[in-house]
């Protein structure tokens, strides 16, 4: 199981060798296709959506199907390369470039997403294991608001 102790991971290049990895100790082919995911996926700090990686895909490979998409991050969500936000209202967003459980914050009004820069998840969770007695393995924590951008459109 994944802790949150496990230090953040932004380089996308190290995330992408690691997915190839994976990928390839299953025995999985790596079509250009599916590299062009992995990429999309190991450098973006942005958590998009299926359809906004499909339409990144599809720019440079124009017979890329939403299906492929799919299929790669299902893989990925297996191996424990990509972390899945799903949101009741706006569908699933994912995280290849840190794969583990760490807090996101939310802009409710243009979906950004963004992954705070926080110290304190590890006391947190380290409190409310001590004080439920729970053996704690992952969590989800979610912070909503407006990001600066729509800030200054209001
Ligand atoms: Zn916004
Ligand atoms: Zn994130």
Same mark, same amino acid.
């Given at each position: 199981?994944? *802790? ?13 060798? @690691?997915?190839?990895? =994976?990928?390839?100790? +299953? ?8 590299? %062009?995911?992995?990429?999309?996926? %190991?450098? *973006? ?8 990686? !499909? ?11 939403? =299906? ?19 949101? =009741? ?7 290849? @470039? +840190? ?38 393995? !992952? ?16």
């Amino acid at each position: 199981m994944k *802790s949150d102790r496990q230090p953040p991971m932004t380089d996308g290049k190290q995330r992408l060798e @690691n997915m190839l990895e =994976a990928l390839k100790s +299953r025995g999985y082919r790596i079509t250009p296709q599916r590299l %062009a995911i992995l990429k999309i996926l %190991a450098q *973006s700090r942005g958590h998009p959506s299926v359809e906004s990686i !499909h339409k990144e895909v599809k720019a440079v490979f124009p017979t890329t199907s939403l =299906a492929t998409i799919y299929k790669t991050l299902t893989l990925l969500k297996e191996l424990g390369q990509v972390l899945e936000l799903g949101f =009741a209202d706006w569908g699933s967003r994912y995280d290849g @470039n +840190r794969p583990y459980p760490h807090p996101h914050i939310i802009c409710t009004k243009c979906g950004a997403i963004v992954d705070p820069e926080s110290e304190s998840m590890s006391v947190m969770t380290q409190e409310m294991s001590q004080a439920s007695g729970f053996r704690i393995t !992952h969590h989800r924590l979610d912070f909503f608001g407006l990001c600066p951008q729509c800030q200054k459109e209001e």
